[in-house]
């Protein structure tokens, strides 16, 4: 059996960890640009995806599901805006429940592909950092853009315009930013939780 004062430590550090991603995603709302389709460009997307990166599907999950509570609850962190009605009736709405699926399906990436108890090669490492970067994006797109052609009626053709392509080179960058946040920081999160 292990050290009851190590699991309570490690326990609680998880913990913390979660609670600060989900105030970071949340604090991440104030940072946006406005583009006419009625969609900003946000790092809050960043933040949650690197919530599953860094803690793994299950906590980086319940930290983006803490955010999408709080934004329920009332307080305004959905940029800018509060309530379930977000969700429901808002052209982010798709986004949001999408930050929830790419933290958990990236986090489940790396989980299954990048153990860290292992020795891992160098550049197998980043390439996997990259594509679990990269897969938690394509999850958070593709939920935006199924929100949004659902709740404006517009075809796939008249909504990529709007929801995707504005946000390519925005997004390029975030790639970049995660992969680098992600190899640095994994591990030493890593460190303090096992």
């Not at 995603?25 to 790092?43: D, E, K, M, N, R």
């Not at 490492?125 to 659902?150: K, N």
């Not at 997004?171 to 591990?187: A, C, D, G, Q, Y």
Request: include cysteine; charge should be positive.
């Amino acid at each position: 059996m292990g050290d009851p004062k190590k699991t309570s430590s490690i326990k609680s550090t998880i913990f913390i960890l979660t609670a600060l991603f989900a105030a970071l995603t949340s604090a991440a709302c104030f940072i946006q640009i406005p583009l006419p389709g009625g969609i900003p460009i946000v790092i809050q997307d960043m933040m949650a995806m690197l919530s599953g990166l860094l803690l793994g599907p299950v906590f980086g999950g319940l930290a983006v599901l803490v955010f999408i509570i709080v934004g329920c609850l009332g307080l305004p962190v959905f940029s800018g805006k509060s309530g379930i009605n977000v969700i429901l009736q808002g052209p982010t709405g798709g986004f949001i429940i999408g930050y929830l699926l790419a933290a958990i399906i990236g986090g489940l990436f790396l989980f299954v592909f990048l153990n860290n108890k292992k020795e891992h090669n160098k550049i197998k490492e980043w390439i996997l950092i990259f594509i679990a970067a990269l897969l938690a994006t394509v999850v958070a797109f593709t939920c935006g853009i199924i929100g949004f052609m659902h709740l404006t009626g517009k075809s796939l053709a008249e909504t990529v315009p709007l929801v995707l392509l504005p946000f390519i080179p925005g997004n390029s960058i975030k790639l970049v930013l995660m992969l680098l946040l992600t190899k640095k920081f994994r591990p030493i999160i890593y460190g303090y939780t096992n």
